[in-house]
């Protein structure tokens, strides 16, 4: 009776150490598993609250307002965003203001951007943003600028900026695509637009050579334009060659303002 009495304590106390073994157990893989998902959603909350924090220091609301300049009247103008590097510069946004003449954009403060304004019938205008010289405080608050743009008259002559042609040859370099494309795009958004181009020359060839060359260039230029969709009848052409100098043509400075193509609207 005695042992088996002895037996069965025995086997009562084997049972709970094991109970209690089994609990421990748990217990542990349990603890470990609520650290291990609370240890994941911390580190994704701080992580949120970092990327938040540096969009919140790093970025600025550009305001753009666009206005005819005569009139002060709001403008639907069209606008591209390039990466500051002058006619090589990548486009990295396009957008179109609304009846109000606003545009709103979100940069990165350290931003360097060429803003292009584009409206048929007006002279577009560009803009760059560059934040360089702004200091934090400023960073922190909502800018604005303002573009008023001008009507172009009809039969006046607007200089096509960054047009560009190996020296005494009349190939496009690939860096005046951008220009032609914007004036492209105007053209088909004004579908009865018709249009002069004028080629000019410094005085570094004969006076024919000189003529020759920008009669080519020019219609290098007409025949890029027919190639993004422009009827060829809508484009006129002429060359004056070096008989229109704008200034004294004895300096390499002289050389480059004098070589130039033009255009003008004939016809809205």
Do not use: W
């Not at 604005?144 to 096509?160: D, M, R, S, T, W």
């Amino acid at each position: 009776m005695n042992r088996l009495l002895s037996f069965a304590l025995l086997l009562l106390l084997s049972l709970n150490v094991f109970s209690q073994d089994s609990l421990n157990v748990q217990s542990d893989e349990t603890t470990k598993k609520v650290e291990q998902t609370m240890s994941k959603f911390n580190k994704r909350e701080s992580l949120e609250v970092k990327e938040k924090s540096a969009k919140d220091n790093q970025s600025v609301k550009y305001h753009i307002y666009v206005l005819d300049k005569a009139t002060q009247k709001p403008l639907r103008a069209d606008l591209d965003i390039t990466t500051e590097n002058g006619a090589n510069g990548k486009l990295v946004g396009k957008g179109k203001c609304t009846a109000a003449g606003e545009f709103l954009l979100t940069v990165a403060a350290e931003s360097e951007l060429d803003l292009y304004v584009t409206l048929a019938g007006y002279a577009p205008q560009t803009h760059k943003i560059n934040f360089s010289d702004v200091d934090n405080s400023m960073k922190l608050n909502e800018i604005k600028h303002v573009f008023e743009l001008e009507k172009i008259p009809l039969g006046e002559y607007i200089k096509l900026e960054n047009i560009n042609f190996e020296q005494g040859k009349y190939e496009l370099l690939e860096s005046s695509f951008k220009e032609l494309d914007r004036l492209a795009q105007q053209m088909i958004d004004s579908p009865t637009m018709e249009i002069e181009i004028a080629g000019h020359t410094d005085n570094t060839g004969s006076t024919q050579a000189s003529l020759k060359l920008s009669e080519q260039r020019v219609e290098s230029v007409k025949n890029y334009l027919v190639s993004k969709g422009i009827n060829a009848k809508r484009i006129k052409g002429i060359g004056y060659g070096n008989s229109r100098t704008l200034v004294n043509d004895n300096t390499e400075e002289g050389h480059s303002i004098n070589r130039r193509v033009e255009f003008k609207i004939l016809k809205l």
